[in-house]
């Protein structure tokens, strides 16, 4: 029905322009004829789409588009012309592309010239244009340099890290440019990006902060990352402080950032300094506060058991943000010696913070902690009551139905106990309970199988990478993440699961939802593309 449409509206266009010979629309010829006959440039444009829309263009094109896009001088139709041939992408066009740049230009119709080439030539992939490419990270046209620098990216091209670097820390450039030259620099992966990197890590202008994509870069170097934060993480790089200073950061801001980074490659290095950082004082409660949270993400995610008790001693913390932090941690760690610190957490703060107390139990126990789940829920009317005497929250109007309310949340993590009682390690067990698990049951079902390293359960997991409870989504992709260590496994996952992971992230960008899940989601993509 398509192709009837197209064919269709050739026979118009023909009719509008004169005639058209009647040759083959499968043949070159055919396109040739109507490029001929069509006489103005919007024409000429449109023929070209129609071409490329029909589904006949094959290798037996290029010629005839290499000589039209040398000979043609219409800047529109030359960029339609390059859009043709990167359809094609064939190494033959290299040439012809190449020299129908003009880094130079300064004219808006020859700039969408050389946006549309460098596009074809990014779809063909030939590192030999990389020199044609390189100037245009100067163009006068920033969409011209957007598709430079997302081609060179893509294309690994060394030779242009110097002049990315040199745009990822321009201050005089727009700051999209910078954050779109931090995202090229991580997928060539050079070493050499990593001091610009450190500094861009937590610089912010203009209120706009790089932190996303120089910390996502950085994880994508991987090693030399490794290196250069680990010293950063002791506070034993002098220069980058000194640095900071003069910039007006603030010098906590490093230790925090680096154990994020360093957690993301699971830098076993780096435990002895983030162990300490769970005791880091601050004038700033904030401050400090952040700094441990970020060093216990790191050490869950690290699964370093030597965590479990200076976490245990944490998790008394009142303010609920704070203290699910090291709650996670610890669920992450699995250790049933964390058990006691999480029963007595579980009777103070707020509900907020007592509840998330109750979640660690049912992340971690099993049914011998049932009778706690019950000795909580006996308690709670007394102290919601005490929750509206002191804050008035909404539900205080009917106390014991609040309480009452809340009781039943608490007795209802019992399942997850219960769950864990059945199948006590069991990973063909927990498996069978994804497909329908409630997002506290996945979270630990994801769990136990990424602590017992069932890598054969690797590909039935991923399919609930898609889990709109964004806590149990983040969930999964550290177990996941986890599974994939085991020999053969990141390959086994990324055959079974990368283009639905693909589409996924597609599907949801943009979604405010899901910004910050997906960063760590795109992390193991990376991993999974490079097993």
Partial sequence: MFRSFVALSLAVSCLALGGCKKEDPKTPEYWQSSLEGAKRPDDRVRVIEQMRTSGNVNEQFLPFLHARLSSERRPEVKAAVARALGDLHHPTSLEPLTAA????????????????????????????????????????????????????????AKPAVEPLIQLATDEATEPFLNKKAIEALGQIGDPRAVPALMRTLTKERRGVSFYVESSFALFQLGAPAADALLPVLEGKDAELLTWAKAQGVNPASYPMKAAQVLGDLREKRAVPSLLKQLSFTHSDPQIQALVRMQAADALGRMRAPEAVKPLAGLVGEPDPTVRDAYVRALTLLGSRD????????????????????????ALIGDAREQPVLAKLAAAEPARTAADCKETGEDGCSDPAALSKKRADQVQGYGAVLEAAQACNGDAGCWSQRL????????????????????????????TRLAERDTEARATVIQAVDWLADAPGAAKKLREASLPALKKQLEDEKGNSNFVRVNEDLRRLMVKLERA
């Fill in 101 to 156: 740049l003009d880094p130079g230009a300064s004219d808006t119709s020859a700039q969408q010239v050389n946006k549309a080439v460098v596009g074809a030539l990014g779809r063909i992939g030939d590192e030999r244009a990389v020199p044609s490419l390189v100037p245009l990270l100067r163009s006068k046209d920033n969409y011209t340099r957007i598709e430079a620098i997302q081609v060179l990216g893509a294309m690994k």
């Fill in 338 to 361: 964390a058990l006691p610190a999480l029963e007595k957490a579980a009777g103070t703060g707020d509900w907020y913070a007592r509840e998330i107390a109750v979640k660690g139990i």
């Fill in 435 to 462: 497909p329908k698990a409630n997002a506290v049951l996945l979270q630990r079902a994801a769990l136990e199988l990424g602590r017992l390293g069932a890598a054969d359960q690797g590909p039935t997991l991923a």
